[in-house]
């Protein structure tokens, strides 16, 4: 027997040992959207309140999964966190379109059975990611979108708030210079791409992934991004990985961003290298700003972004918190 | 030199010598939609209109291809033609969603730049996959759907028609067929998941994918299938191929069929094995009724399918024309 032989099945008779001694492993990473924010315009009381809120939300997405909760619980419940919280381009921090409203987006998806959920251009639907889930799991289809998408939370007993909930100043004024600036063919001096998302694995070994977003400020015309498009902004499979994605959302659907990083892994690339690959390769070299949060089936995560900054934070395998904003920090 | 070294550099030779004396590939092929369609449940008289509209369709893309223009060009000149007909559930013949609405999706993709366009829910667009390629050239968005999608068109200058150009008595009553089925909790006895499709390759080498469908007869909540998606319904890439599914639309989107295929086929799998293996393995096991048509970079194509029909038809690249209706023909 050549030692090399002899050193694998002492590898794999360790990783056995081990497996056995320790609890399966749980880990979660969420993103509040990734841009071109810089130190310079971020004020000291804002980077706190965004540190503050990730923390949160990756703490309540963790307990769920300490606490036995599935990988879909953990991500929506984080998710719903950041929805809630004005800071982010996600429920109720959306940005306005053009038109004045908030269109909101979000998908889901079950790495274990392929199961997902999508809703597109809500206005009245105070955590879009519930009710992708519920299409998930309350409707023979992926995707439902617009009034019908309404239609079916009201007949789910989902209670719809006033489109008035949505409206916050900041937003509001972001609309309004994105109009002036329009009109004065400036280009936007900050482009900051939020939207939020979360990846999971909990106890059992099952993988999910969630995205919520409100879309670009001034949108027209019922754009959609890649956030609500399986494959694109959203993906999860337990055979591979699960992914989120958060920048320019065109590229993110043309190169099928969350999908084709799962396939790397699926072939034996690692996550970190795929992701790596996917964002600072391919999205780069075709002028796709933003980044993604990803995990494989171990915990490993991987949170590359081409911006100078994503919002993200992450509980690996070993309990280690990390909140980040800029692209510096480790 | 070794052998294999010699070998190789006379078979590279005498590709150079083929690809000098003959012009390079052009090919075409189109599906009008899978289906549980079975030989006792069609009339003669249906089945050869049928076979004439996929014949004039994929004429008439052969005919653009033939004639110097572009793959986008063909594909979508073949995509109008079944549109335009009441035959198949796309354009003019699309089907009543459960509130008496004709509501179309499509999509198209250049498989030179990757550029992309979709459309989705919208009400009163002639040729829908005209508007999906008008997204791709004239804003910077891929998907616009709804009343804004119908702005956007308007904006363009498309004339928009009257909803009740889409009314057709065939499809009317499969709508009442089906509620009533619905009231008695009978199973729709002839699955039809039809759609129309093309995929093309021109002289340049570019290879276009388009989708087109008025979705699921009886549809609720505003619905949308695999055919507006980018990765499930549609895609196309000059490395590997360009691929237009029908079926069951949301296994499609889990399973990102048309991006899987290119995957498949840019890691070295003929696109014959790579559209088989999506359509009778990965959907089959999944339960996804449906099929594709799938062509490479040499014009090489694929029509798999695992109903026991696909409307389809193809001009390949030595000029040979097929058309057909159930599985068993060649």
């Known amino acids: 027997m050549k030692a090399s032989s002899i050193l694998g099945m002492l590898a794999a008779a360790m990783a056995g040992m081990a497996s056995a001694a320790e609890p399966a492993p749980i880990a979660i990473a969420v993103h509040g959207g990734a841009g071109t924010i810089s130190r310079e315009l971020m004020t000291p009381q804002r980077e706190q309140a965004f540190r503050t809120k990730l923390e949160e939300a990756i703490r309540a997405g963790h307990g769920v999964l ?11 419940r984080a998710i719903r966190i950041l929805e809630d ?3 982010f381009n996600a429920g109720k921090g959306a940005v306005f379109n053009a038109a004045g409203q908030n269109e909101l987006d979000a998908s889901i ?11 597109a251009a809500v ?3 105070r955590n879009p990611i519930d009710l992708a889930l519920r299409v998930m799991t309350h409707s023979k289809h992926v995707m439902l979108i617009g009034e019908g998408a309404e239609q079916f939370a009201r007949e789910q007993g989902f209670e719809l708030v006033d489109p008035g909930y949505f409206h916050t100043e900041d937003r509001w004024q972001e609309l309004q210079a994105a109009k002036a600036r329009e009109l004065t063919r400036h280009r936007d001096p900050e482009k900051w791409l939020s939207t939020v998302g979360a990846v999971a694995l909990d106890r059992a070994g099952n993988l999910a992934a969630g995205t919520s977003t409100g879309g670009l400020t001034n949108k027209r015309w019922g754009r959609v991004g890649d956030s609500p498009i399986i494959g694109a902004g959203t993906y999860a499979n337990n055979d591979s990985c699960a992914v989120s994605a958060t920048g320019t959302g065109e590229f993110f659907i043309r190169h099928v961003v969350a999908h084709s990083i799962c396939v790397r892994v699926a072939g034996g690339e690692d996550v970190a290298s795929a992701a790596n690959a996917m964002v600072n390769e391919v999205l780069a070299a075709a002028g796709g700003d933003g980044g993604v949060i990803a995990m494989d089936g171990k915990g490993n995560i991987a949170m590359p972004h081409n911006t100078p900054g ?3 934070a992450s509980i690996d395998r070993n309990e280690v918190l990390f909140v980040g904003i800029y692209r510096d920090e480790p």
Not at 70 to 76: D, K, N, P, W
Not at 109 to 119: N, T, Y
């Open 66 to 76: 300490t606490a036995g909760g599935t990988s879909l619980e953990a991500v929506t």
């Open 85 to 87: 919280s004005p800071l």
């Open 123 to 125: 206005h009245r639907v």
């Open 109 to 119: 998806m079950d790495g274990a059975s392929l199961d997902a959920g999508a809703v």
């Open 310 to 312: 994503m919002h993200r």
